[in-house]
């Protein structure tokens, strides 16, 4: 394990200063030898890069026509600087969004969750590649790959989303944007910019290095980004290390961007590693993960529209075992493996018809294919002698199309109308148990082996699915005028079932516990004949704000969903220490709820500086109307409060952050009831020349709360001997984190 204790980050900053000079110096050099003018070699001729700064809470977004609904959430690089100070987790900057809740995962790798639909239920892009997490516990989630040092924009739509931004989802699209490629100004030589930065977290002993670097013409930008976090296990508001959140990663990324006369492309390539990352409400915990990415985007300008158009690929290396908070070292070890590729494109064109016609139209394919595998164990005869094949070069792969026309019949009255075709062809090929035998074990103790009897079941059986699903968007919006909108919209979303949850076909107890995404200990066995989810959303937005968009906003957004083949998990046994095993099966359900945001400016001059207030709510309610038993990890009421004030190059945020108490359980799953409870938080930040400080405190008063979305604590309830009642998941204590970030 690695610790980098305060002296030791300070050590390795100089270290890492250097190697971003170097590569500047050696990014000027590779831009010199493409022919780019020699850069002036006085400091005065690279103008001042400006430290970010967050400024005052914009009273809306800008409009962006109807491709943006009202109701979605969003983020720029300003926003993100000093949320990005308590955790290196790029979805949990998405905590202060309406509708936007947060599965507990990993330290790096939470699941997000829009309006109470989660995971594989909400398209998650990252610089437009639609990634799929490589691991039957989804421990590789989409947005772990993200780097938070070099995110400038990230957009949450939940519930009504436009076919254009949809596909293969029924929760909405949660999208993240790197920066945009800095070019040199006009006359300027090569022009070089950079930032390094460093943040230390008090609980759980945290650090994260990170930096970048660009040099550029007006022409030509390349750009590397490198960030490295590691954590030891944190405390909670009692002061007990909660075991099995550590964590190590680095992230790598470098971009080359060229432009000409209203056209721009960029290659880019990210790689990720990390050794181990500790997960509390799994069996099992991540020891290896490498994925390697590749991105072509190409966005250019016509006389008759834009063409957007993007090629990518991914390959993710995946390994579980159990780090020694779960006793890794006394257990002998269970390893999994997985290899998986995905690749694919995406083109779309914006053609504007008229002054009052917009016309959206596109085609992606998305090639997924996976391994999964688990290596025999020697001396272990539940887990020998052969290699168990979860999945054989399994398969998903989505071709998808959709056509969209926004009008705008009078300067108040604006609709858009959007179809969807995403096709799903998905196979799984032949597997294998441990062992072929109906008994495993020594002798005339030998227990009963099911997986060997699934595993021929599974072989002899369709291990091939197709999916025709057609979505369908409808949304119209009134603006009488400068300081009211108003929106409706009706959505018909689709999703077909990942390659687990139709495919993992173990039936055995120590099998089946291993797969589940979910947080809960249990085991889930996966159903070929599973349908793909059919979402029917209704949802509405109320807009108001001053005629200037300038002091204050209040947006109001209450939606309904029925789901049909809503994929739930049926109880099919009983498992050891009071887990349950369960079969994933369809059901009808429904979810419904409101989001409600505001801010204001309250006063402003130039001696006190500049005084706001912000608010956000969120609830929703889901229900299996089969059952009567309400849907897994819904949150309850919950909400913030914010207190900002800026003066000058300071600005300082008191948060309040409050979570009712939930009740509302699925039974079925045995899922823990939380207490509600309230969190203070406190950020400040400084901004002198190109040097920005940031200082805060989470959880100011060292409350003791536990996660409502955190699912069980199994990694205290393994390291007790599973003596222990098992208990929900406690969230963090308080931690003060300091940051410092330097531009050059």
Known sequence: MIRLTTAAAAANAPRLSNRLLASTALLTAVLAALGAPAAAQTPQALPAVPVETETAPAATAPEKGLSQPLGAGTLDAAGIASRKLASPDAAALLRSLPGVSLYSAGGFSSLPALNGLADDRVRVQVDGMPMTAACANHMNAPLSYADSAVIGAIEAIAGVTPVSKGGDSIAGTISVTSKPAVYAQPGEPIHGEGSLSTVYRSNGNGTTLSGTTTAATER??????????RADDYEDGNGDKVRSTLYNVQNHALSASARKDGHEITLSGGYQ????????????DMTLNRG???????????????LDGRAFWQRTVHAMNFLHDKGGADRGGMPM???SHEMGYAVSAEVPLSAQDTLRVGNELVRYRIDDWWPPVAGAAMMSPLTFVNLNDARRDRLGTFAEWEKRWTPAW????GVRNDVVWMENGPVQPYSWANTIGMGMMGMANPDAAAATAFNRGDRSKTDVNVDATALLRFAPSASERYE????????????????????GGMSSTMIGWYGDANGYVGNPDLKPETAYTVGATAAWQDAEAKRWSVKVTPYYSHVENFIDADRIGTLSNGFVQLRFANHTAELYGINAEGRSIVHQDERLGEFTVGAVVSYVRGRNLDTGRDLYHIMPLNGTIDLGHRLGDWSSVLEFQMVG??????????????????????????????????????????????????????????????????GALAGMGRSFNLGLTMAF
């Open 292 to 306: 390697t990415t590749l991105n072509g985007h190409y966005k250019g300008e016509f006389d008759w529209g834009t």
């Open 661 to 726: 108490r939930k009740v509302l359980v699925d039974s079925g799953r045995n899922e823990p009831e939380t207490p509600s409870y309230a969190l203070v938080n406190l950020r400040t930040s400084y901004v002198w020349s190109n040097l920005r400080a940031d200082v805060g405190i989470e959880n100011l008063f060292d409350a003791h709360y536990e996660l409502p979305l955190g699912g069980v604590d199994y990694g205290d309830f393994r390291a007790s001997g599973n003596r222990q009642p098992i």
């Open 414 to 417: 604006t609709s858009l109308l």
């Open 337 to 339: 493996n997985t290899d």
């Open 220 to 229: 030509f930008s390349l750009r590397y980004t490198g960030a490295w976090s």
């Open 488 to 507: 409706l919209g009706f959505a018909r979303k689709t999703r077909s079932p990942n390659l687990y949850e139709r495919f993992a076909w173990g039936t």
């Open 273 to 284: 590693y990390s050794p181990y990352s500790g997960f509390a409400n799994q069996r099992m």
